[in-house]
Every structure is written in structure tokens, then in C-alpha cells.
DNA sequence: CCTACCGATCGGTAGG
DNA sequence: CCTACCGATCGGTAGG
């Protein structure tokens, strides 16, 4: 088990917290760049600069370092979506908000985010049960927009709800994999041009 | 190494050629349950109704099991984006024959297809490279029927065809993640409703 | 935070 | 196609 140190510290962030999180980012490397079953603890702790026994001085066993990652990719995005949600009251402006939201945080947090979606099989039982009812309510909430939107014209209304959500959806979540750091593709640029193909382009005060 | 039985056999299904792919959909179906890295190939073995060992006369290493699905997966895309752009002339119509046998080709494999992408890092580098420069020559060839509905106003000129064709095909690279197969959205509305979303609803007979 | 080490798993081979 | 088995890896613990 993880030892955190005594007391009942706040906020703060201790000496154990800030090198928990250094090994938590070298995990993330070394999943990334092998997968999280090739990936072994000692690699983490070389990355790290410890031997392999001592990151059980700050992790409770291999699985919590995915479990510790993939919970924050999931953080940043829920975030995302309040701050998106609380921004405006119209419908098709929030969507855009939505929208611009989820791919900034994904692309913020590309490391975390990737690993969520490309080692899900490997997060233990117990975090993924709870992700999953986090993300289908990401989702429900999510479509409820995109029903206003129907309902003042500015998405299809020939096509299910749900549909279209995942859809759009889908195409954001799948941007860690074609994205790259050279700016080829501008983040803004991108956030841009889902709403022009998803015609979300002229607000939707509805005159049709 | 898998002891392919002797001879110049032709195109004819010998008994080993057939219990070499009852083998690959046990590992396929062992994969998809467990991942690839905690699915032993005596699972596979065991499922397929043989000791473990015995694999190996069918097969080379347990790495070679995945490679043989990731190849049919990406043969079976490949087939369907050349069906489509035989199809017909008329850029938009040839794009929604695209989309159309992605969607399809990707739910009739659907299997093969969540494991190309969920373990692709758990696919041997010889394979991995020959199916990244197959995966680059798709996607360029959809990008030039991107850029033609672009030119006859079907879709957005204000982005660049890259960012369109890569939101489009992650739309529906990602349905195998959300698709049930219990009739809720039947397949057809699936891609009916890509084409709404997209707004390749009415013919592009550029008339603007 | 380290050295030493255990226990278990698993892919693949030998040899028939 | 099987039994027997090897070699190597690796997560985690003991004990300091």
C-alpha cells in the first residue's frame, strides 16, 4: 500500500505529494511510449531516478498509476464541460463551448488522454465502474444540448439525438490520434472547422 | 515457426488452413475479452478446443495471431474504399459510398476492427509498418474526394480537406466504441445520420 | 529509499 | 497433437 505520510495535511502540496506526481508523469511516458502490460515498474523508476522497489513508497501497486492517470484525463474533461455548460445560455453557443472545451482539454492533456482510451482494458474494475457512470452521464448531459439544438434548427432533427452526439463526439474523442505538436493543424483551426462540418457556424437564434 | 503443411497449394481451403482461422477467432474473441497482453495463448488454446503448445503448428508466435487479424481488418476497409470510389464519378455521391462501406465494412468486423486499434501497440513492427504506410495511402486517397466536394461547395473550403477528413474518418473510425448491437440505432440511420451531419444530404451538382 | 529475493506466470521448445 | 519442461520476466515483499 501507499504510505502517505502523517497528519491530516490539507491542500498543501507536500515533498511526498510533489514526487508522487513526478513518478506519475514518468508512468505516463513509459505507457505511453510502450503500453502499460510492456511497461514495467522499473522502467518508471529509472525514469524516475529510484530504484524499482521504492515507488511503492508513494503507489499502492502498478495498476494505481493508470487508474491515478486516466481519473485526472477524466477530471480535466468533466471540468471542461461545467465551464462550457455555465458559459451561456443558447443552446448552439454552448455546443460550440462543448465542442471547444473537450478539444483543448484533450489536447492539453494528450498523454493522459491517450492512455485512457488505448489501456481502458487494463484500469482496474473498481475505477473503470466508475468512469463509465461518469462518462455516460458526460454523454447525457452532452446530448441534451444537442437536442436543443435540433429543436431550433441549427443540427438535423432526421437523425436520433444519440446518434449525432456520439458521432460528434467520436470524431473529438479520436483527435489525440492524428494530432501533432508542428502546427500542421492549429488547435484553433481545428475547433473551427468542426463547427463549420457539424454546421454549427451562424448562432442559432432560430428563424426557420 | 507455424508449419504450413507442404506443397504448392493453390487458393483451396486445406483442413489446416481451416483450423488456422478457427484458431484466429478464438484469439480474437480471448483478445477482445482480456487485451492482448493478459490473454495467454493457452486461453486461446483452450477455447479452441486444443493444449496450448499446439498452436504452434498453425501459428508462429502468439504475436502473429494478432498481426493475422489486424491484416484482415485493414484488407476488409481497404476492399470497401475501393468498391466506393468505383462506384460512381460524382464526387459527393463518392464520398457517401465512403463513408457508407467504412461504416459498414467496420460493424460487419467489428471485432478484428477494436482490435487493430485497441492493441496496436501490441502489433510486431514489420506489420505495424506496412499497415501505417496502407493506413497513410486511405486516408491521402479520401482526402482528394474531400477536396473535390470542397470545390463543388458539398463541404466547408474555409478549412484545410486534412483537418475535414481526418474529423470525419475518426467519426467513424470511433462507432465500434459506442455501437450495440441490440437495434437501438440501426445501421442504416447510423449513416444516414453521418451524412446529415456532414451536410451531404442533397446531391453536389454544384449549382452555387 | 535500497539490496536481496520470492512466487507466479507464460511464451515457446524438445521430443515423441 | 500431447506431456514435460525450460528460461526469462516481473510485480511485489522483507527487512533494514
Aim: hydrophobic share 40%.
Amino acid at each position: 500500500m501507499s504510505q502517505k505520510p502523517t497528519g491530516d495535511a490539507p491542500a498543501v502540496t507536500t515533498d511526498w505529494e510533489l514526487k508522487r506526481q513526478h513518478i506519475l508523469r514518468c508512468a505516463a511516458e513509459v505507457f505511453l511510449r510502450r503500453g502499460y502490460e510492456r511497461g514495467t515498474t522499473k522502467e518508471v523508476a529509472q525514469l524516475a531516478g529510484l530504484s524499482q522497489p521504492s515507488i511503492y513508497h508513494y503507489v499502492g501497486s502498478k495498476a494505481d498509476l493508470l487508474s491515478a492517470l486516466a481519473e485526472h484525463a477524466g477530471r480535466v474533461l468533466s471540468d471542461g464541460l461545467d465551464e462550457a455548460i455555465a458559459s451561456t445560455d443558447e443552446p448552439v453557443d454552448r455546443l460550440k463551448a462543448i465542442i471547444r472545451n473537450f478539444i483543448m482539454g484533450q489536447i492539453e492533456n494528450i498523454g493522459a488522454w491517450t492512455l485512457y482510451w488505448e489501456e481502458h482494458h487494463s484500469i482496474p474494475a473498481a475505477t473503470a465502474l466508475t468512469m463509465n457512470t461518469s462518462k455516460a452521464r458526460f454523454v447525457h448531459r452532452i446530448d441534451d444540448v444537442v437536442k436543443q439544438c435540433q429543436q431550433c434548427g441549427a443540427l438535423p432533427d432526421d437523425t436520433p439525438s444519440g446518434i449525432l452526439t456520439e458521432i460528434m463526439l467520436g470524431a473529438i474523442a479520436n483527435i489525440y490520434r492524428w494530432y501533432r505538436n508542428d502546427g500542421r493543424y492549429p488547435d484553433e483551426q481545428i475547433v473551427t472547422g468542426a463547427y463549420s462540418l457539424f454546421g454549427l457556424t451562424k448562432v442559432g437564434t432560430s428563424d426557420e
